[in-house]
């Protein structure tokens, strides 16, 4: 029986220096994944890096968005940070505070909030894969529009998960099995059958039978 995937992308957040592209993706109304792919747009010779996140990983992801807006106001109450904002140039002295990563040996993500002395705060999402070091690790900066449309993919993922009708505890499922392609910044649904090798093969036979047949009418015709 042929299974069908369906893939949401959901938004893109980051620079051309980094981005982030996140994917949600569907299997047969059964299981789930969250993918995102980091990487580099202005640097397409160097390789991205794909995370694979499972229901207890996109549940943690949440906690650390909401993590990072409790710090973000403790900053902001006492005075360290004004702004969310890039500064220009990108200043070595800046405060990091690690939030937490997610993920495991072949797709990490980490969350840190950078705060320079001049009270300017950015979101640091670094992603790697520690299993190989051949693949270098892509970092994303976030300033407030893009920390606000990162929130708006999480609520877009989020109504998926609503309106698909699937059973909660298998909704975010193991599956680890997906295949990267090109995103797009909208929560549209892109359909990907995996029953394409039995329709080849359909074809094949369908061709072989009008060949079949165009012979034995030529063989036909020389009799006569």
């Given at each position: ?40 747009p202005k640097d397409l010779r160097r390789s991205g890096v794909v995370l694979t996140f499972n229901e207890s990983d ?167």
């Amino acid at each position: 029986m042929e299974t069908v995937s369906v893939k949401y992308n959901v938004g893109s957040v980051g620079t051309n220096f980094g981005q982030l592209t996140f994917s949600f993706i569907v299997q047969d109304r059964k299981s789930a994944h969250l993918q995102i792919y980091a990487h580099v747009p202005k640097d397409l010779r160097r390789s991205g890096v794909v995370l694979t996140f499972n229901e207890s990983d996109y549940s943690l992801f949440k906690q650390f968005i909401a993590k990072t807006d409790e710090m973000i106001v403790k900053l902001r109450a006492s005075g360290q940070m004004r702004k969310m904002r890039f500064p220009f140039p990108m200043n070595s002295s800046v405060a990091e505070i690690n939030l937490g990563s997610l993920g495991w040996e072949f797709g990490k993500l980490t969350f840190t909030l950078c705060v320079t002395p001049s009270g300017n705060g950015y979101l640091r999402l670094y992603a790697n894969n520690p299993s190989d070091l051949r693949i270098s690790g892509v970092m994303a900066f976030l300033e407030q529009r893009s920390y606000d449309s990162l929130k708006h993919i999480v609520a877009s993922i989020d109504a998926i998960i609503e309106r698909t009708q699937m059973p909660k505890e298998i909704l975010v499922a193991d599956n680890l099995n997906s295949p990267t392609t090109t995103p797009i910044d909208k929560a549209s649904p892109i359909y990907a059958g995996t029953g394409g090798l039995n329709r080849t093969k359909v074809i094949l036979s369908i061709i072989i039978a009008i060949i079949g047949l165009i012979v034995m009418i030529a063989a036909a015709k020389q009799i006569r």
